[in-house]
């Protein structure tokens, strides 16, 4: 009797939470597709990640700056993190404005 090993994939798409704001009011929230962009950046499609959401390429780079500063104590450019900061927000209203255009 042989034993093969099985390798579970687990999917990100199963642990999805729902939009709230979207259910109960009707009309997506900031915040909407920023879970499906990064199971699109899990999956390698990049383009396709921004087009969901296109500030997730300011957000990873954000919360990493943090990081480092805060829990790892690495001395970081605190007007790098304003900046990341401002541009993650930016980005995230005018993709909001631009989805109620659209």
């Given at each position: 009797?042989?034993l ?5 994939a687990i999917?990100?798409e ?6 709230l704001?979207k ?5 997506d929230?900031p915040?909407?597709g ?5 199971n699109?950046?899990l ?5 396709a990640a921004?087009?969901?959401y296109?500030?997730i390429y ?7 700056l ?5 829990v790892l104590n690495?001395k970081v450019?605190n007007f ?12 995230i209203?005018i993709?909001?404005?631009f989805?109620f255009?659209h």
């Amino acid at each position: 009797m042989y034993l093969t090993p099985t390798i579970t994939a687990i999917h990100v798409e199963d642990y999805m939470l729902p939009c709230l704001n979207k259910q109960l009011l009707g009309v997506d929230c900031p915040g909407c597709g920023l879970q499906r962009s990064v199971n699109l950046l899990l999956h390698g499609e990049f383009l396709a990640a921004f087009q969901m959401y296109p500030a997730i390429y300011t957000i990873i780079p954000l919360f990493a700056l943090v990081i480092c500063d805060k829990v790892l104590n690495v001395k970081v450019n605190n007007f790098l993190i304003s900046g990341l900061g401002i541009a993650t927000v930016a980005l995230i209203l005018i993709n909001y404005i631009f989805k109620f255009i659209h």
